[in-house]
């Protein structure tokens, strides 16, 4: 090895294989194991600290100032052109090639010279390479080839035929296979006048051809040998490359994608290791600017593909081209007359990959529609690349970038809207901008029309035309010109087969954006294999996106809101009432089913309903699947008629009041009791309601609700509704006013009926609760909690919820009987079983009583934790209940403890909470330990918000 004082170093062979490695991806780190990969075939067991050392004895050996760098697990060899050939060699062609293209052939030339001149033999010899760094060293030799014959090309524009012969006869020599080198040989022969050795040379490569490939030359080759023959090849006469640039202008208001842009323009540029055209495809459905995103980023990249940028539309008039049509336009645009085209697909992709042969070409289809338009489009050589746009993710294009290009954000959406409609109208009326970016459901085509739409009606207010998309038909006010977005989506549409186009009309039809394959399957009344296969071909069309998996394990896919809004007028158009009709009773029909045993995972229903019998081999995730089915079983509710409504509502309430959904539940239970003709559903509907509106701690809404339902079931046969009714007008009375006639006759009632039923509901261990926090007849209480573990069968509840009623009773009664480690364990385990089932009620009772059971136990510690986990889960999940109760019972340890102010303060959160609560009861407990410790502490500082609530009954 030497350097430019003319001073040497001997390295080993090893050491030589390091350093080659190293200078071929100068520049660029190199990882451990490639290097590790290029020095053995199979690596020793130290194969790593070998290396290090090989790279100590590199930085030995070179000269000072080398940059020999460590970076990460990889290693780095800085260096400037004039330092390393290679780099300089690169350099000069890269010169070469824009003096080519500015016509200086003389200056191209030149370049080229300095290039081949700075090669003083072959890549790397006396170094043996193995594994990766070979490919690279081929790369670099073939580079080294395509300049030698860029350089006989340039020599012969310039009239010198006769300098590049023996240059000419060595490259065929080495490679016999390569026609551009016999092409550019015949030509100097016969320029120089040796007709009959050029035609000796056409006979040379057409047997090698035959022999090695079995193949005839190209057309373009044999077309030279009958140039030659009928003697009408001009003298000087060369083909040279054309830049071409066939990209559409890039569009000033493009939609800001740095993140997609990057990923494109890292996949598309210039990679020395790769061996391979690169390939992106910019995925998405119509309308989302995947044209747009390609042409920006085609610009981009313009630099880095000298040589041009060829760009084809894949389709005409909404139809996908023909392979066939699309080469013939690419040869046309690579300067191939009419005459040069063969008539063979194949001779085609032949031809056109032998123009684009060792170019730096970007190459843009846009708008693909299956891997068979792509392909015969793809180069043969790694310096061109190819970005393609499709609505499908053409899985089966290996080698492929996919880059999803998704809905941008909404204040990008009013970004856009305010280049193209004008930044001062956006300015003023930020709301109404707002307002039309979400009806136009932030996608970029439909934002683009209507912000030209504005443009063009320079005085129109912006809530004008946001009153018209969110109050009307968004599709008919999409439209300007040649820009309609209902023409681009029925284009998509058109071509789906038969029941891919049943599947999207009737997801449009019953209004469902995101959703699982069991929907499509209900709504088409077809097998998972077809469900299958019809969801694969609206996402191969871009009509729908695959989603993230759901909680309950569920591939989710969404179709996007105009999208749904195209669909559902397709199926009104397309589709008869009855087959409409027949679609929606299927789905809703599926939905009732799944939630039947989907609510096997939670607690008793708040309203016992039959028993659901058989799943009829229905997969659910129970908690999980109803937690991602929410909003689709809600759609189910809107549709269905009014009885299936009221039984999917019914069902439906635990889970929702268990997860927060208050609210929403009772908006549904008031709709469903008014909906139904079934004068019990809608009682059944009130029960559930009057048990929320306990729950919120509004008793007297509950108590007349209650009474209500218990008026009307208390002579009929539902016993088990009566019962449940009475509990909660028991729990209404001792919540608020603690009358001991109500919790000895009413507790007698209620079980007497609860016998007579046979069941429970989850309601009853409310109502034991109650009990055990003011009854102190311990005996008593036992009893009725061991006559409550008689009524819990596995069967009606399922195993883990049985189970947890059954630990959670247990505990309090070993509790109540003083035995506090034992409720300890019981409770442990209740806790353990709520958890897993996502049942956040049951979770914070079963704290509650564990803090209880813990203080018992001598344990304040565990009691305080307990209780702070209670609080923050009543917090999180607006249970302002059993938060005040975490605060009074927090006061009551810290009292124990001396802590006065803390006391007091939690004394105060607990009276506020229960103010607000409306539960009296609790409320002046808590203002009574307000005030003994005050008087204990002689602070008047500890006082509650005044006001007229706070004062104690």
Known sequence: MRWSERREARLSGKQRAVLTSLLLHANTVVPRQRLVAALWETPPTSAVSNLQTYIAQLRQALPPGTRLLTRGTGYLFEALPEEVDLLAFEQAVQSARAEHEQGNAWGAVHQYETALSLWRGGLAEGTELVGPVLARAAQVEEQRTAVRLDWSEAKLGLGQPAEVIPELRAVVAEQPLRERAWHLLMLALSQTGQRDAALEAFGHARAALIDDLGIEPSRKLQQLQADILADTVTVGKMETWRRICQLPADIADIVDRPEELHRVTTALRRNTDRTTPAIAVLLGPSGIGKSTLAVHAAHQLREDFPDGQLYLNLKSGGTAREPAALLAEALRSLQCLGSDIPDSTESRAALYRSLLADRAVLVVLDDAEHEKQVRCLLPGTPRSAVLVTSRSPLPTLAGATRIAVDLPSEAVGQMMLAQIAGEDRVRSEPDAARAIVLACGRLPLAIRVAGARLATRPTWPLQELATRLTGGQPLDELVLGELDIRRTFAASHQLLPDLAGRAFRLLGLAGIDDFAEWVVAALLGVSPRETDTTLETLVAAGLLRMGEIDQSGQPRYRMHDLLRKFAHERAEADDSPEQRDVAIRRFVDESLARVRVAGLAYPPPVVPMA?????????????????????????????????????????????????????????????????????????????????????????????????????????????????????????????????????????????????????????????????????????????????????????????????????????????????????????????????????????????????????????????????????????????????????????EVSLEHGQSQAAADYFIRCHDLMDRHGNPVWRARARQMIDTVRAESGSARVQPAADATNQAP
């Not at 019914?650 to 997860?659: A, W």
């Not at 004068?679 to 059944?684: E, G, P, S, T, V």
């Not at 709520?834 to 009620?841: I, N, V």
């Not at 510690?861 to 302002?880: E, I, K, M, P």
Request: glycine share 8%; hydrophobic share 40%; proline share 2%.
């Open 611 to 891: 028993a659901p019998g058989t799943s009829d081999g229905r997969s659910h995730g129970g908690a999980a699947w109803l937690s991602a089915e929410r909003e689709t079983l809600l759609t189910a509710v809107g549709l269905a008629h009014a009885d299936a409504a009221a039984e999917l509502v019914l069902r439906l309430t635990p889970f929702l009041v268990i997860t927060g959904f208050r609210v929403e539940a009772t908006r549904l239970l008031q709709q469903a009791a008014q909906r139904t003709t079934d004068r019990d559903r809608a009682i059944l509907a009130q029960l559930a309601q009057a048990d929320i509106e306990l729950d919120l701690g509004r008793l007297e809404t509950a108590r007349d609700m209650f009474r209500t339902v218990f008026d009307h079931f208390r002579s009929s046969d539902d016993a088990h509704s009566a019962a449940y009714a009475l509990t909660g007008l028991v729990a209404c009375d001792l919540l608020e006013t603690e009358p001991e006639s109500w919790r000895q006759i009413g507790v007698k009632e209620v079980f007497s009926r609860f016998e007579s039923a046979d069941g429970i509901g989850d309601l009853l261990d409310g109502l034991f609760a109650v009990c055990a926090a003011h009854q102190q007849d311990h005996q008593e209480v036992i009893r009725l909690f061991r006559q409550a573990l008689l009524l819990i069968k596995e069967q009606q509840y399922g195993d883990p919820i049985a189970r947890f009623l059954r630990a959670l009773l247990t505990g309090i009664i070993c509790f109540r009987s003083d035995d506090a480690q034992g409720a300890i364990k019981c409770y442990q385990e209740g806790l353990d079983i709520s958890h897993d089932l996502g049942w956040g009620p049951g979770e914070r009772y079963t704290l509650r009583r564990l803090s209880e059971a813990y203080r018992a136990a001598g344990r304040p510690g565990d009691a305080v934790n307990s209780l702070y986990r209670l609080s923050l889960l009543s917090a999180q999940t607006g249970d302002t209940y059993n938060e005040a109760l975490s605060a009074y019972f927090l006061g």
